[in-house]
Each structure stands twice: as C-alpha cells, then as structure tokens.
C-alpha cells in the first residue's frame, strides 16, 4: 500500500459514528492513563459510544520495527481477531495508528484471507485528531487562560499519518492558545521505540537539541498525541532541571487528549 494512499487528503471520512473502538496504545495503558480517559471524554462528549477491549495488546510496532516479522504477525492477529465490528478504531497515537494502517497489510501479504481481513481492519484505523476534525469536526469553546504552546508531532504521525495537520488545526482552533514554531519542528526527538533503549547516547543528543528547540520558541509547555514523544522530551528536560536544582519543571508536557479536554470542559486551565 503506497504511502500517498493513507494520507488525510486521500481518505473518505464517514459520517461520525454511534461507536467507536478505542486502541489506547501501551504508553497510554502503562504510563499516561490520563490521555486514554480524556480521550474517551472527549468522544463521549460527542454522543458517541467508546468500547474499551481489555484483551487489546500492543500494535505489533516494536517487533515489526526490530526485524522481527513472524512476532509482530502474531501481536497484530490478536487484533485482527479482536475488533470484530466494524466500527472505527481511535488510536491516540499517530505511531500506532501508522503501524495498524499502513503495515498491517503487509505482515499478512503471505495470506490473502488474513491480508483482507488486515485491510479491512486497517481502513478503520483513525489517529485521534484526524478522527476529531475530519469525523467529529470538532469545535468547542476555550475555556482556558491564555498560554503559550508548542506541537511537537512523531516521526511516524507526521510522515505516515499526517497527523501533524490535524493537531495543529485542534491547536489552532483554541482561540486563547498560541501555538508557536520550534526550529526543526520535522526533526526526531529520539525516543524511536526501541531505538532509544538501543542507542542511548544518541538518542540523548538528539533529546536534547528537541528540548533546546522547544524552550528556545518560548513555548510554556509542550503538547504531542504520541506518549512515546512527550514522554521522551518532557523527561529530558526534567533530568536537566533536577542538575540545574529547579524544583519547577521548566517545560511541562501534556497529551493532545488532556490538552483539549482541560481547556474544552469546566477543567478549563
């Protein structure tokens, strides 16, 4: 499947649905739960009803990415197996949602009855702020204090997924925020899944120019749809502000979901 044929500008969006899956990614499960719950508001708001499968495991992408096909296939059946309805599937991540949309087909090339199935369930695959301005064509007041942000969007969101758009239109639609430009916005921030626990010292290096850029743009705190991303950034910057003896984190982060739910709902920040 070519790249050009899952991006935003060559999708047909449905109108928005009853149901809906959530796919709450391993992060979200393990680190930010908050991301996952805020999504869920976020949708419920809507009028649309959210099934949350326990049974979901990962999307496969750490195996796939490290060369290891047959336990990526095996990870990705358990989905195939799992959302059964067709409903679509909200992915709070645009690296896992990439990793279900645009690979999935190709682990079960091999099997066309399995490969069918994985197309089929790939064309349901919706990162969540895709899902939230082309489906639900979100819009909802600013509740919040006037602030100062900056997007950073993943590798995978940004080049498979073209999420970086739709998140900065959500940003963009906040009237009280503004949203401001690091330098090299398209560069990685060096987390990569496995490659940051493969590579630490470069993944350090290249953390550390991301933080740099994003402080430099005079940005508040930092807001991403991609855990793996936040957490990596966020977490470099409070190593440097534990050496420095800040007691204050110098660049809070926060997942898109929490972003807009807080400054949508009476949470308002």
């Known amino acids: 499947m070519p790249a ?9 969006y449905p109108p928005k649905p ?79 949602g990439g990793m279900m949309r645009l690979h999935y087909p190709h682990l079960f090339a091999a099997d066309p009855v399995l490969q069918a199935r994985a197309t089929a369930l790939a064309e349901r695959v919706y990162e969540l702020s895709e899902f939230l301005v082309h489906v639900v064509n979100f819009s909802h007041e600013d509740l919040g204090n006037l602030c100062t ?14 999420s970086h758009e739709t ?5 963009d639609s906040l009237t009280r925020v503004n949203v401001v430009q690091q330098a090299r916005v398209e560069e990685c921030c060096g987390f990569g899944g496995t ?29 991403s749809a991609d855990c793996g991303c936040l957490l990596n950034i966020t977490g470099r910057s409070a190593k440097q502000d534990e050496i420095a003896g800040l007691k204050t984190a110098s660049l809070p982060g926060e997942h898109l979901a929490s972003f807009l739910w807080k400054r949508t709902s009476a949470q308002g920040t």
């Open 18 to 96: 009853a149901d809906v899956y959530l796919f709450s990614t391993c992060l979200i499960d393990q680190f930010t739960p908050q991301a996952g719950l805020d999504t869920v508001r976020l949708l419920e708001r809507e009028g649309i009803t959210v099934h949350f499968l326990e049974q979901q495991t990962c999307c496969g992408q750490p195996a796939h990415s490290s060369g290891f096909p047959e336990e990526a296939r095996a990870v990705a059946l358990q989905q195939l197996n799992l959302f059964t309805e067709s409903w679509p599937i909200v992915v709070p991540s645009g690296s896992c």
């Open 4 to 12: 050009e044929s899952i991006t935003p500008s060559a999708r047909r």
């Open 167 to 171: 998140s900065a239109a959500l940003l």
């Open 195 to 223: 490659f940051a626990m493969r590579y630490p010292d470069i993944s350090e290096a290249i953390v550390t120019d991301k933080v740099a850029s994003i402080k430099g743009s005079g940005a508040e705190c930092v807001v």
């Open 149 to 162: 942000v900056a997007l950073h969007t993943s590798c995978h969101a940004r080049r498979e997924m073209g």
